[in-house]
């Protein structure tokens, strides 16, 4: 088991500047690289198709309902922020009819 995870060439070489870790079976350490780019790439593609079926599983709405949510929300936000403005202007008139 501990020899698959080994640093170095089987025959305890290190491996020569020469051959840039290409071309030899027995230099895991430049397998562990090749490989695990292939991997990544691999899952990436598939995480990547993945995606695209479940965006096809997506229903989106329409231009009409789209519009309709977003006037909802800037009339919600409008009403929030007169709210806490009146809020805002009750309690510095009160702080400052205490404090004198």
Request: charged content about 20%; proline content about 3%; aromatic content about 12%.
């Given at each position: 088991m501990a020899d698959c995870c080994r640093p170095v060439a089987l025959t305890a070489r290190a491996p020569v500047s020469k051959t840039g870790c290409w071309g030899f079976e027995s230099l895991l350490a430049?397998?562990?690289?090749?490989?695990?780019?292939?991997?990544?790439?691999a899952k990436?593609?598939?995480?990547?198709?993945?995606?695209?079926?479940?965006?096809?599983?997506?229903?989106?709405?329409t231009r009409k309902e789209t519009v309709a949510t977003t006037w909802v929300v800037v009339v919600i936000i409008f009403l929030i922020s007169l709210y806490l403005g009146a809020c805002d202007v009750i309690l510095a008139k009160l702080m400052r009819f205490i404090l004198g």
């Amino acid at each position: 088991m501990a020899d698959c995870c080994r640093p170095v060439a089987l025959t305890a070489r290190a491996p020569v500047s020469k051959t840039g870790c290409w071309g030899f079976e027995s230099l895991l350490a430049c397998h562990f690289i090749q490989y695990g780019v292939r991997l990544v790439l691999a899952k990436t593609k598939y995480f990547l198709e993945e995606v695209k079926v479940e965006l096809g599983k997506v229903t989106w709405p329409t231009r009409k309902e789209t519009v309709a949510t977003t006037w909802v929300v800037v009339v919600i936000i409008f009403l929030i922020s007169l709210y806490l403005g009146a809020c805002d202007v009750i309690l510095a008139k009160l702080m400052r009819f205490i404090l004198g």
